[in-house]
């Protein structure tokens, strides 16, 4: 089992950037994909951006092809989601992800945390 817990949400201008993590525990953490969605006001979840276990494959959605990048440290037990040339449209609460196999669906992913507020001002 995995427990996730994002932090480094906040307010930003447009423009600006941010960098989230996610921390992880449970001794199997290099065993999963990880993931980033994002959920605003009324909308659904949507995929963010996703990685491999091993770091070397990552997928993301076109409205943050880019801008966002992704990366992990499985000795830190850690997912990072750097967030660059925020726009308004961004702001949601993110969460991290865990699945044992390779998706963008929502369905897919076994473990989540609770997610962090992002807010970009215009």
């Known amino acids: 089992q995995v427990q996730l817990v994002e932090s480094g949400g906040g307010l930003v201008q447009a423009g600006g950037s941010l960098r989230l993590s996610c921390a992880a525990s449970?001794?199997?953490?290099?065993?999963?994909?990880m993931a980033w969605f994002r959920q605003a006001p009324g909308k659904e979840r949507e995929f963010v951006t996703a990685?491999?276990?091993?770091?070397?494959?990552?997928r993301y959605a076109d409205s943050v092809k880019g801008r966002f990048s992704i990366s992990r440290d499985n000795a830190k037990k850690t997912v990072y989601l750097q967030m660059n040339s925020l726009k308004p449209e961004d702001a949601a609460v993110y969460l991290c992800?865990?699945?044992?196999?390779?998706?963008?669906?929502?369905?897919?992913?076994?473990?989540w945390g609770q997610g962090t507020q992002v807010t970009v001002s215009s």
């Open positions: 992800a865990a699945t044992t196999g390779w998706s963008t669906r929502v369905r897919d992913y076994d473990y």
């Open positions: 449970g001794r199997t953490f290099s065993s999963y994909a």
């Open positions: 990685i491999t276990w091993s770091g070397g494959s990552s």
